[in-house]
Each structure stands twice: as structure tokens, then as C-alpha cells.
């Protein structure tokens, strides 16, 4: 009789377990921080920007790059792992899908603000268009970064040079998630038109109303005396079209008789 040690399998199944764990409160606070990217995002070039909108960007940014990296690599060490269970590997498969959307969504939004920040700037306020938005931005953003409060304080100056770096960071920074996209599909392999999402918000997708109103649909259709909407309307039509008929033959007996 072979020898099965059990503790090293659930050993094994506790890991992956755990690591599936981390992997999916990565992604999770990554999809937080690439929406309030998005959110700042939109704030470019309206009467809400700024100096500190353009720190939170790049705070926002940096968390982001920071998350994806991490992410990255725990995805990929585990998806590249020929032992790991179907089950845990259906799951990082979805985690990657995720992921590597919210990346492509993070490299889009990154690469407007940069083509806005080239058309309104800073140093020439005329340029900044009032559109009615006013705050709201320091909020979204200090949640997503996970911090009490974002510097509010700071002077609203910009200084020398500052905008040009900033520009010039971007732009390598957009290179660098380009690059990181890339290096990802070469390196896993995962088809994202056959991960399928599963669980329990996708196993019942009609909802309590739309149930009830099924059954009620389903119980009218049932009693006897009852005809759909569409016949109605055909008795009808066909009940204004005898009723035409009639009364044009009865004109044609009339102009017959007494003409």
C-alpha cells in the first residue's frame, strides 16, 4: 500500500489558498487606484486643475506602478507553475484578466493626461476651461492611496522647469507600462476569451423582480380565458376590415338601385 502523506497536500492547498488571497486583494486595491486615476484624469484641463492635481496624479500614478509590479510577479511566479491545481489556476487566470485590463485602462488614462497636460497648461491659467466642476478630487484620491489626508496646503506655484520634468517622467513612465504589457503576454499565456467568470454573482442572473414577473407572465399565459396583447389586435384589425367591407357594399347595393 503506498505510503500518502496528507499533511504535506494540505500544506500545499493552504499556500496556494493564501496566495490566491493575496493575489486577489492586490488586484482589488489595484482596481481602486487605476479608478481614481481615471476620476483625477477627467479633472485635466478644467477649472479644477492644478499643482496639487497634478501631485495627486502622480501620486495615484506611482501606487498604481508600484501595485502592478507586485502583482506582476505573484501572478505570474504561480501561472507559470505546471503543479498548481485547475481549480487555484481558473482563479489566477481570472485575477490576470483583471489585471492586465486595469493595466491597459491605467496606460490609456495615463496617456491622456499626458496629451492634456501638452494642451492646457499650468504656467498659463487662460487656458484652463470653466467648466462648473469644483473639488472633490483630494478625497477619491486619499482613499484610494490609503492615507488620512492628501496635503491641501501646498502653494499653488509652479515652479521652474517643474512642468517639463513632470512631462518628461510621464513619458517614460508610459513606456515602462507599455513595455510591462508586453513583457506579460510573452511571458503567461492566458486567452482572456476563454476565462469564464464563475461564482455566485454570476450563477442567478435574473433578480427577484424579474422572477416575479416571469411567474406572473407565465400564469397569465396559462389561464384560459386569457389571449395575449397580439392576438387582440389581429381580432380587432380583422373586425375594422369587415366593417369596411360592408359598408362599401352596402354603398355599391344603394348607387345600383336608385341611380
Not at 506602478?65 to 503543479?83: G, N
Not at 466642476?133 to 492615507?147: D, K, N, T
Not at 424579474?210 to 387582440?232: F, I, M, N, T, Y
Request: charged content about 20%; overall charge negative; some cysteine.
Amino acid at each position: 500500500m503506498p505510503f500518502v502523506n496528507n499533511k504535506v497536500g494540505d500544506d500545499c492547498t493552504v499556500a496556494t489558498d493564501k496566495a490566491l488571497a493575496e493575489g486577489e486583494a492586490l488586484v482589488k486595491s489595484l482596481v481602486k487606484v487605476v479608478a481614481c486615476y481615471r476620476h483625477l484624469a477627467s479633472c485635466v484641463g478644467g477649472c479644477t486643475d492644478s499643482l496639487q492635481l497634478r501631485d495627486e496624479l502622480r501620486q495615484t500614478r506611482e501606487k498604481a506602478q508600484k501595485l502592478a509590479v507586485s502583482i506582476r510577479h505573484h501572478l505570474t511566479s504561480h501561472l507559470r507553475d505546471k503543479s498548481l491545481p485547475v481549480d487555484q489556476r481558473r482563479e489566477m487566470e481570472l485575477l490576470w484578466v483583471a489585471f492586465s485590463s486595469s493595466l491597459e485602462l491605467l496606460h490609456v488614462d495615463m496617456c491622456k493626461v499626458f496629451s492634456m497636460g501638452d494642451i492646457f497648461s499650468l504656467a498659463n491659467g487662460v487656458t484652463l476651461v470653466q467648466n462648473g466642476f469644483q473639488g472633490g478630487g483630494s478625497e477619491v484620491a486619499a482613499r484610494a492611496l490609503s492615507v488620512p489626508d492628501l496635503n491641501q496646503d501646498q502653494t499653488p506655484t509652479l515652479e521652474a522647469g517643474l512642468e517639463i520634468q513632470e512631462r518628461s517622467t510621464m513619458e517614460q513612465e508610459i513606456s515602462h507600462i507599455d513595455h510591462m504589457i508586453d513583457d506579460m503576454e510573452m511571458k503567461v499565456n492566458v486567452l482572456r476569451w476563454m476565462v469564464e467568470p464563475h461564482g455566485p454573482q454570476y450563477a442567478d442572473p435574473l433578480s427577484s423582480t424579474d422572477s416575479s414577473s416571469l411567474a406572473l407572465l407565465s400564469v397569465d399565459e396559462e389561464q384560459p380565458g386569457h389571449q395575449p396583447p397580439s392576438k387582440r389586435n389581429q381580432i380587432v384589425v380583422l373586425l375594422l376590415l369587415f366593417a369596411v367591407i360592408l359598408l362599401a357594399t352596402t354603398l355599391s347595393v344603394c348607387i345600383f338601385f336608385f341611380s
